[in-house]
Structure formats: C-alpha cells, structure tokens
C-alpha cells in the first residue's frame, strides 16, 4: 500500500515539479548564503581563515575547536578527492559515470536506496539536463525530492550517425553531473561533487568540517535510485531514445515535459522489473555475484540427476516405492549414473537437504 502511495506522490504535472525544482533550489541557495559565518571557505583553506572566528569541526568524532593543522588535512583530503576524479591534470575533464557514483557511494547510503526509495521518474529534459523525482524516505518531511542530471555525452549521442535507439545507450554509459535538493546532498556531498568536477547546479565551496570532514560518500539515496535507473536499460532507453529523438527535431534546448501518463507508463515499467533487477549493487558485488554463479548451477545440475536417479528407482522398484530408499541403494544407482561412491553420497546429502 504504501509503496502504491509513494508512487502517487511521485507522478506530478511536469511543469509544475520545474516550478517547485526551481524555488526548492532558490531556497537552498538563500540559506547558504545567510550562513556565510559559518562556513569554512575556498577562501579560508587558502589561508584567509581567522581562528577567532572559532569555527568547530568533529573530524576526531567530537566537535572541537578547528587548528591550523585540520585545514592542512582538509586540503590534503580535498587533493584525494580530486586525484580520484582526475582534476589534478591541466586536461581535467568534468563528470562521473554512472556506475562510478554506485561504487562510491557509503553502503548506509545505498542501503537506503535500496529500502527506501522505490521510484524515480524522468519529469523533463532540456538539452540533456534532466529532471527526476523521487519518492522521500519514511522520516522526511516532504513528499519527494527533486535529481538533476545532466548527461554529458548527449550532444554526441545526438550528432552521432547512429539511430536515435542506439544513440539513446550512450546516455547512461556517458558521464553524469548532478544535484540533488536533499539536506544529505547539501551539506555531506555538494563539496564533493564541486571539486571532483560533477556536481550540477550551484556549487559549494564550504567544507563539511562538521557533517563530513573526511570526505566520504558521493551520493544521497534519491542519486543513488536515480543511477540505478539509468544503469537499467529496460527502465531508462526508452526515454532515452525519446530524447534522442526530440532533441534531433528540435536542435536546441526546448523543454521536453513528460506527462502525466508517461510518468505513469514509466514507473509501472520499472515496477515490473524482477526485484533482482531493482536491487542497487556495485561493480564488486556484480563481479562476486557472477562469480559465485557457476558453482550454484553446478550444484543445481547435480540435484536434478539426483532426482532422476530416484526417479528410476521408483519405476524398477516400484512396490517399494513409498518406503525410504537405503541410503546404499541411491548410492548404488548413483553410481550406475557414474558416480564414485564418495561423489554420489555428497550429491545425495545436497539433494536431500535442497528438499529438506
Ligand atoms: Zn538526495
């Protein structure tokens, strides 16, 4: 029932979620601006910052007064960051992939993801720039929230001599920057996302000196549902293809709106999909996963000629049928299969405890 509800809040006149986009991320901007005492700028970690100021950071856990020493470890964890995302070159391109936002996000934050935040639809388009909405966690106090993404390869994708259906798979595959306008994106990951070069919208100069002086994570649950939506190609192509198409058409940056109907169509398509398939993983967990496949169709393979073994036993034995066969008579007919005695008693115990 209440995932029927989340969809209900998600589904919305398109114009009007840009209109509520827009004020949400004006708010967004006034507050930080009225917070400027607060806030450990580009500025001060260049030097300019004075210690009566006494600002506090919670790097060893506690808040305590900020040194000079924190700013030096902040810069350094800033230089991480930024090597990570290949910004020390002079030929620093911006954006992340896809993918690259799952493998570092925290595992909390996928976990919500994945528990918590059901759906993301496209709202609408404007020259690549796409505006999703998402259902809001159980504790939150709106109803959705609001993901950019701007997909840096769809000037190529659209001038590229492939057709629109094609074209439309280099969306998703392409580098990505967004924003989200969720308090977890403002003040744990904006900074991130603004000096790793990929993050959309406005950018944050203020150190999470207080929420996230290590500098972990990268994305919020809302980016991290919006992601795996467009890591899964039966949800995300066909809207791709349509703004491949539109944008062919148009040649320019006239809004594409999503109606009502095709918001619908959209979630009712990713709801259909297996849970498996909904399920955010990592690269890592993808690899051990395709890993560990091999041997589970292995042991599958085995209990089926097991069960073909009995099966036999039951037709030539068929006045005992209804007792227990012996243990050494499996093993027996088993072994008639080609098993050695030690194979047939291992495959007989699995058999019998995958029917237990
Ligand atoms: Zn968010």
Redesign the pocket.
Known sequence: MAAKDQRADVVQDARKAGKDARLAFEFDLKRRLGDQAKILSADDMGGLYEPKRGLFTSIDGKPRMLTFDDILAFKAAVKDIQRMHGQHSKQASGGILVKKVIDLSTPQDRERANKQIHFAVPMRNTAGVVQFQ?NAGPNSDVSR?T?MVQFLSYDAALSSGQPAAEAAKLLARGKVKYD???????FW?RYIASIGNFNYGRAEDGFPRIRNPKLYGV?????IRVMGTLSHAGTFNNFARKMIEHGRKTLGGKQQLMTVKEQQAFIDNAASTRKRARTIKTSEEKRLERAAQPAQQRRAVEAAKVRAANETLRTTHAAKVNKPVPLDKKIKAMMKLGYSEQAARIAITAADNAQG
């Open positions: 998402t929230h993901v989200c306008d969720c308090n977890r994106h403002t990951f994305a919020c649950k809302h980016v």
